[in-house]
């Protein structure tokens, strides 16, 4: 047995050795080599099997190995890979639709093809201060985001990440920026002024620990928006496509943003993002000259995007989360009151938390890893549940046997 694990250790650890001398440090990586995924599970290269219940940081909507939308790409690849933006191409004009008609922002809404979540945060922006330079051709204005954000890492993304940690080597940041505190819209009322171009907010705070707005915050906000004729920028990109029970969780809300972003599920896997100005935002802000990419919105990640959108109908996948979603929270509540080490759920569909006390968040993600199960933490003291979509009830038992296993050797 001895010499069996050291064989299955050697076969990973070519890849994590070159890995290391070769690729910049940034992420601190678990040390597993997936090599194959299939359904809501993943494989290592040592043969393992792992329950997801990451889908790579809330990506991988449609679960692995989806005929479908492999089928897709390589179609798509054999046709035509990329143009660049100074031509059109089929699958642009595709997704472009797909993606107005989903987020129902109303007639002239317009989309922006990204390759990132954080590339659309940065395209948010500049549409709010060119919107806001059109009426007043004033050069000062300021944006109101909240502490506990999460919106990206370039200097842009990270000037309304309302998190010292992230930000404080980085300084000096993008400049006009307010912080508020999520869900107090007396704190939001405050950091008003003549300058305020734009409030921006995640409408589930993810990174910051699994916080949904609570409505009577998001319908205020919207009121005070419409009032003073400041954008609201909803940041869709990990609580959108599906997962919070609505196409986008805003449409949960009854509001609706002047500019949303939105990425991560909304190519399952294709680096892609977008963000989509309503009518009245994208008939004064961004013009040609003002913003472009080499690679967004090619033909093979809007290929992408289009089939997602496609699969999402086909297979009633938002139908499926509010379904599940009662399952999931019944065993995470039953977790809760069996572990003295976990003290609260929240959430909304299948994007959870539970909060953790005494035992670091981050050693019960390294021990479910051992027990073939991926979780994720949130901030400091939470972990994170945001599966696959197309996950049942069985995944969700397998889930909570694992975890209490889990819980029982390190409590």
Known sequence: MQDSNVNEMNRSTPYITKTEENVLHTYNRFPVVFESGEGVRLKDVNGKEYLDFGAGIAVFALGYGCGAYNEALK???DALIHTSNLFYNIPLSEAAEK?????????????FFTNSGTEAIEGALKAARKYAWNKEKRDDHEFIAMRQSFHGRSIGALSVTGNDHYQEAFRPLMGGVRFADFNDFDSVLAQVNERTCAIILETVQGEGGIYPAQPDFLQKIRALCDEKDILLILDEIQCGMGRCGAMYAWQKY??????????KALGCGIPVGAFVLN???AASSLVPGDHGTTYGGNPLACAAVSKVFDLFEECALVEHVNAITPYLE?????????????????????????V????????IVAAALEEGLVILSAGSDVLRFVPPLVIREGDIDEMAQKLSRVLKRLS
Request: hydrophobic letters at 40%; proline letters at 3%.
């Open 330 to 354: 019944k065993k995470l509540d039953e977790l809760v009151g069996a572990f003295d080490c976990l003290s609260e759920r929240r959430g909304m569909g299948l994007m959870q938390g539970i």
């Open 254 to 263: 009854g509001v609706a943003p002047d500019i949303m972003t939105t990425a």
């Open 279 to 281: 009518g009245k935002t």
């Open 99 to 111: 993606l107005i008609t989903a987020a129902g922002m109303g007639e002239g809404s317009r989309a």
């Open 75 to 77: 179609a798509q690849v």
């Open 356 to 363: 953790v006390k005494d035992i670091p968040v981050g050693k």
